[in-house]
């Protein structure tokens, strides 16, 4: 069922924002989801558009107003792994001058808040998204907690159809180190991916939760060795040579 809602919230915005104009290289740009919103640009050959924001509605409370587009700051960097394959990340962290909701203190009432930031990557298949939370940290002693669920879909499909999801949750003072890596089968041919990443933030009793950003890595397929030839290249020129050797033999 959350899956279900989730893509279909996807859907809404996606409506909303699939003609945008095109705002140019990616890399140049760390905009406020408000300025992303309704644009595209492109990066390592990529594009993404679509970009939207969910809010949780009745589960925030403590928070003098709800989140907006203008509260989320969102940085792309190009990226590359060990084998050379090209990709890019996308960060999205408190935005100075907004009301901060990626940190909360208890109270009365205690500082709660659900959202989801959206975003399309079309283009080559993505082999790999690493799903990175920096600085989640609550309290210990409390029940506070820090979850961030990632959902990736086939936004070209019909049903938007999900390729693969997974959760990080941070609780009572631990701290997530390691990214979250989604692996998309490399033979596929999905060339427009939907993100969806659920975040929920509880500051618990007496207590604190917070984090600095959570981060996308998306990386492309692995391209092939350079410098080795293929089996049919060494056919053809066994061939070649052959042919010659039989001219060579005519001719004398």
């Known amino acids: 069922m959350k899956k279900i809602l989730l893509a279909s919230a996807f859907f809404a915005v996606a409506s909303?924002?699939?003609?945008?104009a095109a705002l140019g290289d990616c890399t140049t740009l760390s905009l406020t989801l408000a300025g992303l919103s309704g644009n595209s640009?492109?990066?390592?050959?990529?594009?993404?558009d679509t970009w939207g924001f969910g809010s949780g509605g009745a589960s925030q409370t403590g928070y003098s107003a709800a989140p907006t587009l203008a509260d989320?700051?969102?940085?792309?960097?190009?990226?590359?792994n060990g084998n050379g394959a090209l990709g890019f990340?996308?960060?999205?962290?408190?935005?100075?001058?907004?009301?901060?909701?990626?940190?909360?203190?208890?109270?009365?009432?205690?500082?709660?808040?659900?959202?989801?930031?959206?975003?399309?990557?079309?283009?080559a298949p993505i082999a790999q998204v690493a799903n990175y939370v920096d600085g989640a940290t609550t309290t210990v002693g409390n029940n506070g907690s820090i979850v961030l669920q990632k959902i990736i879909t086939n936004a070209g499909a019909q049903g938007n159809p999900t390729i693969?999801?997974?959760?990080?949750?941070?609780?009572?003072?631990?701290?997530?180190?390691?990214?979250?890596?989604?692996?998309?089968?490399?033979?596929?041919?999905?060339?427009s991916m939907g993100v969806i990443d659920n975040y929920q933030l509880n500051s618990?009793?007496?207590?604190?939760?917070?984090?600095?950003?959570?981060?996308n890595t998306f990386l492309g397929i692995d391209p092939p060795p350079t410098g080795i030839p293929e089996p049919m290249t060494f056919v053809l020129m066994g061939a070649g040579l052959v042919g010659i050797a039989a001219l060579r033999r005519r001719n004398s």
């Open 16 to 20: 909303l924002n699939s003609f945008g």
């Open 41 to 48: 640009c492109t990066v390592n050959g990529w594009t993404l």
């Open 72 to 80: 989320i700051q969102v940085t792309i960097a190009t990226a590359t």
């Open 89 to 123: 990340s996308v960060r999205f962290s408190d935005a100075a001058g907004g009301e901060n909701f990626f940190s909360a203190t208890s109270g009365s009432p205690n500082d709660t808040v659900n959202w989801k930031t959206i975003f399309v990557v079309t283009g």
């Open 164 to 191: 693969t999801d997974g959760t990080i949750l941070t609780i009572s003072g631990a701290q997530s180190t390691n990214p979250l890596t989604l692996v998309n089968n490399q033979s596929s041919t999905v060339t």
């Open 204 to 215: 618990g009793n007496n207590g604190s939760a917070s984090l600095n950003y959570y981060s």
